[in-house]
């Protein structure tokens, strides 16, 4: 891969025939997913249907937040009915920026629409800041695995400038590319805050610009860097820097 780690050593990918046949097998499904969508290119118009495919992944959000998981009190969210309970807003904002990212054509990943995404998340377009300017932890969590909390803060545009010409430039199927870079920024973590909902719609914005459309707003990503074993995943990733353990 054209990418590194936070101490600047080359990450790796291995192409195995196993991991390309599931590759392959997701693409497929996902083919055939397409046609049950009627090709729908907006998550503001949801046939019964498909809301019942949002609420799900719209729950573990709402976990994260200490907000509801009740269908009905999510489904407010879908139909943009009032509510007003804590933990809403960040969920009806991720939802916003989600449905924005299938409404608009822009570039799997740059600078735009990463402003786009953030001024989403936080209700404004007043931001603190682009990328973060301030350390989310003080020291990596093990000098000699070197397994980092975070990327220090002075590295982050330098990060993500070569994520971006990565995505723009990489050969390979835009389903792996789309979770290489989900990967790497949960690995940097290169804002104030929505760390983990920038990762998400990263990897599924890539795929939204690359073809799949709505399809990719549909997968449930959002549940999985809450899942027990991502944490040591993304641990075995920083100490062999191979990232086809993800």
């Given at each position: 891969?054209?990418?590194?780690?936070?101490?600047?050593?080359?990450?790796?990918?291995?192409?195995?025939?196993?991991?390309?046949?599931?590759?392959?097998?997701?693409?497929?499904?996902?083919?055939?997913?397409?046609?049950?969508?009627?090709?729908?290119?907006?998550?503001?118009?949801l046939s019964s249907e498909q809301k019942t495919w949002i609420i799900p992944l719209l729950q573990p959000l709402a976990k994260r937040y200490g907000a509801s998981t009740s269908e009905r009190k999510l489904g407010y969210i879908i139909d943009d009915k009032p509510i007003e309970e804590p933990g809403f807003?960040?969920?009806?904002?991720?939802?916003?920026?989600?449905?924005?990212?299938?409404?608009?054509?822009?570039?799997?990943?740059?600078?735009?629409?990463?402003?786009?995404?953030?001024?989403?998340?936080?209700?404004?377009?007043?931001?603190?800041?682009?990328?973060?300017?301030?350390?989310?932890?003080?020291?990596?969590?093990?000098?000699?695995?070197?397994?980092?909390?975070?990327?220090?803060?002075?590295?982050?545009?330098?990060?993500?400038?070569?994520?971006?010409?990565?995505?723009?430039?990489?050969?390979?199927?835009?389903?792996?590319?789309?979770?290489?870079?989900?990967?790497?920024?949960?690995?940097?973590?290169?804002?104030?805050?929505?760390?983990?909902?920038?990762?998400?719609?990263?990897?599924?914005?890539?795929?939204?610009?690359?073809?799949?459309?709505?399809?990719?707003?549909?997968?449930?990503?959002?549940?999985?860097?809450?899942?027990?074993?991502?944490?040591?995943?993304?641990?075995?990733?920083?100490?062999?820097?191979?990232?086809?353990?993800?």
């Amino acid at each position: 891969l054209r990418l590194t780690s936070i101490d600047k050593q080359p990450l790796r990918l291995i192409l195995t025939p196993s991991l390309l046949e599931r590759i392959h097998r997701l693409e497929r499904l996902m083919l055939k997913v397409m046609g049950r969508l009627q090709k729908a290119n907006a998550l503001t118009t949801l046939s019964s249907e498909q809301k019942t495919w949002i609420i799900p992944l719209l729950q573990p959000l709402a976990k994260r937040y200490g907000a509801s998981t009740s269908e009905r009190k999510l489904g407010y969210i879908i139909d943009d009915k009032p509510i007003e309970e804590p933990g809403f807003d960040v969920i009806k904002h991720y939802f916003l920026a989600l449905s924005h990212s299938v409404e608009k054509r822009m570039s799997p990943l740059n600078e735009e629409w990463i402003l786009a995404m953030l001024t989403d998340l936080h209700g404004t377009d007043n931001l603190p800041s682009f990328y973060r300017e301030k350390e989310l932890t003080d020291r990596p969590k093990s000098l000699v695995a070197r397994i980092y909390e975070a990327a220090p803060y002075p590295q982050i545009e330098s990060l993500m400038t070569t994520l971006m010409q990565y995505v723009e430039h990489t050969p390979y199927s835009s389903v792996l590319v789309a979770m290489i870079a989900c990967f790497y920024v949960d690995y940097a973590k290169p804002f104030e805050s929505f760390n983990d909902e920038m990762s998400v719609l990263t990897g599924k914005n890539i795929l939204i610009q690359s073809g799949w459309e709505s399809l990719a707003a549909y997968l449930p990503l959002e549940g999985v860097m809450d899942a027990p074993a991502f944490s040591s995943v993304c641990q075995e990733v920083q100490k062999t820097k191979d990232v086809t353990y993800f």
